[in-house]
């Protein structure tokens, strides 16, 4: 893996951890699929939903 990649992949976890952007929003950030950044995600352990309104928030974000 390049080190700008793997750079991409730390931004876009970090920011889908903190809240800051959706998981489709990150996964594209990192310029994976869905499904490579869920892998990714379950990989480094990353905790993303927090919470019930945390999930709805995140689904109505890329329907607006």
């Known amino acids: 893996m390049t080190e700008v990649?793997?750079?991409r992949e730390?931004?876009?976890l970090k920011s889908l951890e903190e809240g800051k952007v959706s998981f489709l929003k990150a996964a594209q950030m990192a310029?994976?699929?869905?499904?490579?950044?869920?892998d990714l995600v379950?990989?480094?352990g990353i905790?993303?939903?927090r919470s019930e309104?945390?999930?709805s928030r995140d689904i109505k974000k890329?329907?607006?």
């Open 5 to 7: 990649r793997h750079q």
């Open 10 to 12: 730390q931004r876009a």
């Open 31 to 38: 310029g994976l699929s869905a499904w490579d950044f869920a």
């Open 42 to 44: 379950r990989e480094k």
């Open 47 to 49: 905790v993303w939903i």
């Open 53 to 55: 309104d945390f999930i």
């Open 62 to 64: 890329p329907l607006r």
